[in-house]
């Protein structure tokens, strides 16, 4: 593994940790992890840094004890509408989510980073950089200035449809994609956006979305056949 991957892990982990100290005390801490005091309080004073697995174990603790809790705290359903502007509005939590979900699945290659606007452009901005990856954000428009479009059609439960447009070119062949959007409801942009990479001859490896619809979600995953990633579902 080089340098640069072990800092970044073992910065997230610090980051994480520094998360949960918001909620729990050093001594709440220490049950969770095993670990002294003492050494919890030089790791969030940012005095030492875990070593490579430690960080791992750090990371794996938030994703089960904290990260989830803390989505949950900024997410809620009103009349089966599913309300989330708190959540796009903390870019802390935001960057905590991205980071995760790059050292969840281990993404390596990826080539592209696509979304649809406009409630997903956030963490697909944050995915992307900790990716290192190029950002392609598909428009339900035309852009002015640009002559060339590929465009495929987002058909909703209802039979009504629309068009979701990206510059001709932006995504290549064989290129490989991560497609993201914040929530999955219908499954129509998702969708939308698996056709651009299919219309692109690119390779579409997960749809990730923070928050989604339990049987919209597992119904777009039996359709589509590429691994699914949502944080939480309702």
Avoid: W
């Avoid at 909620?23 to 940012?46: N, T």
């Avoid at 430690?54 to 994703?63: A, C, D, P, Q, T």
């Amino acid at each position: 593994m080089n340098r640069l991957k072990n800092l970044k892990i073992r910065l997230h982990a610090i980051e994480m940790l520094t998360l949960m100290k918001q909620k729990y005390s050093y001594r709440e801490l220490s049950k969770m992890l095993g670990l002294p005091i003492s050494v919890i309080s030089r790791y969030v004073a940012g005095r030492v840094l875990p070593n490579y697995k430690r960080s791992l174990e750090i990371i794996n603790l938030v994703k089960e004890k904290e990260l989830m809790n803390l989505i949950k705290e900024y997410v809620s359903m009103e009349e089966g509408i599913l309300i989330h502007h708190k959540l796009l509005s903390n870019v802390s939590l935001l960057s905590k989510i991205a980071a995760f979900l790059v050292s969840e699945l281990e993404l390596r290659k990826i080539d592209k980073v696509l979304t649809a606007e406009v409630d997903g452009i956030g963490i697909a901005i944050l995915i992307a950089l900790e990716l290192n990856s190029s950002l392609i954000v598909a428009k339900t428009k035309k852009e002015m200035g640009i002559k060339e479009f590929l465009e495929v059609r987002r058909i909703y439960p209802s039979g009504a449809y629309s068009y979701l447009y990206i510059p001709k070119g932006s995504i290549r062949k064989d290129e490989e994609v991560l497609i993201v959007d914040d929530v999955i409801r219908s499954g129509s942009t998702v969708e939308g956006l698996y056709k651009i990479c299919l219309e692109s001859n690119a390779k579409p490896k997960y749809i990730f979305s923070i928050l989604g619809i339990k049987d919209k979600v597992e119904e777009m995953e039996r359709k589509l056949k590429i691994p699914f990633k949502v944080l939480i579902t309702f």
